[in-house]
């Protein structure tokens, strides 16, 4: 079946293309994939979108709550049924927003070191008596699996809010982003095996917005001053946590491809360059195309093995 990559998706088209979720999968499924791709173009859509109630109402969600609009902190899409709670996060639509974020320095907490913009989005809204972490205790109570998934930005704050629930006892059972960022240290595998390994990141060729901030957009002394560790030395973002899905300039799921480097994917003189580049990446940056691309391969896919959970 031909797949137009670049066809916005409809709800009559996901609709055709969503299968039962299987909340309580103990391995990486492609139908799980398309169907949290499906919840990331989700929580772009506003509270009185068709979009939701048409789409997951069928498959027993019918509990859909959506968070306040708030540019300044976390959006975010809640669906729960009677066995599991999926929480959906918003990114951001503008490519140029991401200029903003490309030199930052890292926040130091006591989970880790996390990229300061996005741990403090999460923070906002992410408090005791908060909708979103509300709901997340009651879910994990009531004995429901609770997958965390999002696009762009809103794959990052998945995996910052698969932290947090970790900190705070309450189990993932997985994480699924699409052209997520990055976000935190190479210690994190160490830190968070258990997260790490229920962690899955789709991360398509000629998308740039994975591999920012990479270090060499930094000038050294700046690096030095705002990425240092405790011993003195730099610390760059780490791009290789989970597990990586690949997809090549022709949406290809290609198994095993290597970790792309962020450092190379940047000319040094990056202040002329990275605003072309960035606004050349959207078409491969967009959420449409991933779950065009997650369909697509939905063979391929079923063959990797990525588990058990």
């Given at each position: 079946m031909n797949v137009d990559l670049k066809s916005p998706v409809t709800p009559q088209l996901a609709k055709r293309r969503l299968t039962p979720f299987q909340s309580a999968a103990r391995r990486f499924t492609p139908e799980n994939a398309i169907?949290?791709?499906a919840a990331a173009i989700g929580a772009y859509k506003k509270s009185e979108d068709e979009w939701n109630e048409q789409l997951f109402p069928a498959h027993g969600f019918t509990n859909i709550n959506?968070?306040?609009?708030?540019?300044?902190s976390a959006e975010f899409l809640l669906l729960e049924s009677r066995y599991a709670l999926i929480v959906a996060f918003k990114g951001t639509k503008e490519v140029r927003d991401w200029i903003t974020n490309i030199v930052t320095r890292f926040r130091e907490t006591s989970p880790g070191r996390f990229h300061y913009g996005f741990w403090d989005s999460l923070g906002s809204v992410w408090k005791k008596r908060d909708k979103l972490s509300a709901t997340i205790e009651h879910a994990h109570r009531s004995g429901k699996?609770?997958?965390?998934?999002?696009?762009?930005?809103?794959?990052?704050?998945?995996?910052?809010?698969?932290?947090?629930?970790?900190?705070?006892?309450?189990?993932?059972?997985?994480?699924?982003?699409?052209?997520?960022?990055?976000?935190?240290?190479?210690?994190?595998?160490?830190?968070?095996?258990?997260?790490?390994?229920?962690?899955?990141?789709?991360?398509?060729?000629?998308?740039?917005?994975?591999?920012?901030?990479p270090r060499g957009l930094v000038k050294p002394r700046t690096n030095f001053r705002k990425g240092r560790n405790r011993t003195g030395h730099y610390e760059s973002y780490y791009p290789g946590i989970g597990t990586m899905i690949y997809l090549d300039a022709s949406g290809d799921c290609i198994p095993g491809a290597p970790e792309r480097s962020p450092e190379k994917a940047f000319k040094k003189?990056?202040?002329?360059?990275?605003?072309?580049k960035l606004t050349h990446t959207v078409p491969y940056h967009a959420m449409d195309r991933y779950h065009h691309c997650a369909f697509k391969n939905r063979r391929k896919l079923n063959d990797l093995q990525i588990g058990p959970w």
């Open positions: 169907f949290l791709s959506y968070s306040a609009p708030n540019k300044k699996h609770i997958w965390l998934t999002g696009h762009s930005l809103g794959g990052a704050l998945a995996v910052l809010a698969g932290v947090r629930c970790h900190q705070q006892g309450i189990p993932i059972k997985s994480v699924h982003t699409f052209g997520q960022p990055l976000v935190t240290t190479k210690d994190f595998p160490t830190r968070y095996p258990t997260l790490n390994e229920r962690i899955v990141r789709f991360q398509a060729a000629r998308d740039l917005v994975p591999l920012i901030p003189d990056w202040k002329q360059s990275i605003l072309a």
